[in-house]
């Protein structure tokens, strides 16, 4: 009877002990969500995917020809690639926009970082890295990845240097983790 009794607490022990463990466990899990993939076309007709910057701090802007704050932002975009792409990092703009459009206003521009162009998928794509409580199709629309993959700013408006340096910065100092989800 005592050993029936003493397998029976070793049980309850072990139960014990793996219910107290799984729930440490999902306490500390990183909600941070994970970046949701896609590939998209740049203006040379070359495909991109999101998964081709892993490892790498990414910036996903998302814009059009046609918006003014977003015409105002891509000289400091410009700033910012030429400043931080040796250390890892990588700005993609998504033009919701005609690729032809997109064409002319990034030679215009003189821009430094690749452009992808697609007016509807763009669109999809920004659908997916808006928050559920953000307005949708707000241009400029900023989503950051870091190194690990995971969204972990989204910004609706325009955006400046400051306030991307402060978001960028720290992540660049991080390596990526050695283990992927």
């Known amino acids: 009877m005592s050993r029936r009794v003493a397998n029976i607490v070793g049980v309850v022990l072990l139960v014990t002990i793996a219910v107290i463990g799984g729930f440490a466990y999902w306490m500390s899990a990183d909600d941070t969500p994970h970046r949701p993939a896609f590939t998209l076309a740049d203006l040379e007709g070359q495909p991109h995917s999101i998964a081709d910057y892993d490892g790498q701090v990414v910036v996903l802007n ?9 015409r105002e932002e891509v000289p400091m975009l410009i700033d910012a690639q030429r400043e931080y792409g040796e ?61 690990d993959g ?21 992540l660049l100092e991080k390596r990526a983790s050695a283990t992927k989800d």
């Open 62 to 70: 998302f814009w059009a020809s046609w918006c003014k704050p977003c």
């Open 150 to 170: 995971r969204v972990v700013e989204r910004i609706a408006g325009a955006l400046d240097h400051a306030r991307l340096s402060d978001i960028v910065q720290p």
């Open 87 to 147: 250390q890892g990092f990588q700005i993609l703009g998504i033009a919701v926009d005609t690729p032809d459009a997109a064409r002319e206003f990034a030679k215009a521009y003189d821009i430094n970082y690749p452009v992808l162009a697609d007016a509807t998928e763009g669109a999809r794509i920004q659908d997916r890295y808006t928050a559920q409580d953000a307005p949708a199709g707000v241009l400029p629309f900023t989503a950051i990845v870091d190194r």
